[in-house]
């Protein structure tokens, strides 16, 4: 029995026109090498953390043939929400565990165990830009009116993060992986309030996604910091296979 994550799939099976083709070769059929993969790779003992940015679909009905594909997969299947999920409501995560009850698990403002670790996560957000280059390249300002706008949005995830980390704990969990969807932090920064709530928990990994592109792929934090082993898991990233967390 193996943990598992990945993440920005961008299923697009009821809407060919989003296709990731564009983004170069590694996107082509990337949907038919992913499951390839993970029927090599996965039992159906195994979980698997899908991490945000699952279909382009923006209503459920525009998602069926995405998430029957995901069902298809081997394993548990545990989702979180990304910035393009468009028919996630935050609010509304009860109602999407309800209806794919037994198929599928959705995480927000909740936890899941492996074993004796408690799964908690967020979407997260983190400040993109824009930023301001010389001619040199060096940094010289970004949007300030963003950034701010972009800390209101970092702090409502913020206390997402900790009422998952909080649910768990009050259940007597102290073992922790956690999941973002967005990175831990932008370019800019050595850590955030998500590194600092990681701190806090005695979190062992740090598993994120949404740096997709090899000119993303550096943008945050990687490694041990703090004794945390932090993880880039973005389907690009990874070639299309899973990364094994425990």
């Known amino acids: 029995m193996s943990l598992y994550a990945i993440g920005d799939l961008h299923l697009c099976f009821q809407r060919p026109e989003k296709s990731m083709n564009a983004f170069g070769r590694e996107w082509r059929n990337h949907e038919k090498k992913f499951k390839k993969n993970c029927e090599k790779m996965l039992t159906d003992e195994d979980t698997l953390v899908l991490l945000g940015d699952h279909t382009w679909g923006r209503k459920l009905p525009q998602c069926q043939k995405d998430f029957e ?19 996630w409501d935050a609010k509304k995560t009860d109602r999407l565990n309800e ?13 899941y165990t492996y074993g004796d670790h408690a799964l908690v996560g ?10 301001y280059l010389d001619d040199d390249g ?4 970004w949007d300030k009116e963003e950034a701010a706008h972009a800390e209101k949005l970092v702090e409502r995830e913020y206390y997402r993060l900790k009422e998952s980390f909080d649910k768990a704990a009050a259940d007597g969990y102290s073992k922790f992986i956690m999941f973002l969807h967005y990175p831990p932090t932008n370019i800019l920064q050595t850590r955030s309030c998500f590194t600092d709530l990681a701190e806090e928990y005695g979190v062992e990994q740090v598993i994120y996604a949404h740096c997709h592109g090899a000119s993303r792929w550096h943008d945050s934090v990687t490694g041990v910091k703090n004794g945390i082993v932090y993880k880039l898991a973005a389907g690009d990233f990874l070639g299309w296979k899973p990364e094994k967390i425990l």
């Open 99 to 111: 209806q794919f009850a037994g198929r599928l698990e959705f995480l927000q403002n909740n936890y």
């Open 138 to 141: 060096h940094l010289i300002g």
């Open 122 to 131: 967020t979407k997260g957000y983190t400040f993109e830009g824009p930023f």
């Open 69 to 87: 594909y995901i069902e298809s997969l081997p394993g548990r299947k545990i989702l979180l929400r990304g910035n393009h999920d468009m028919f």
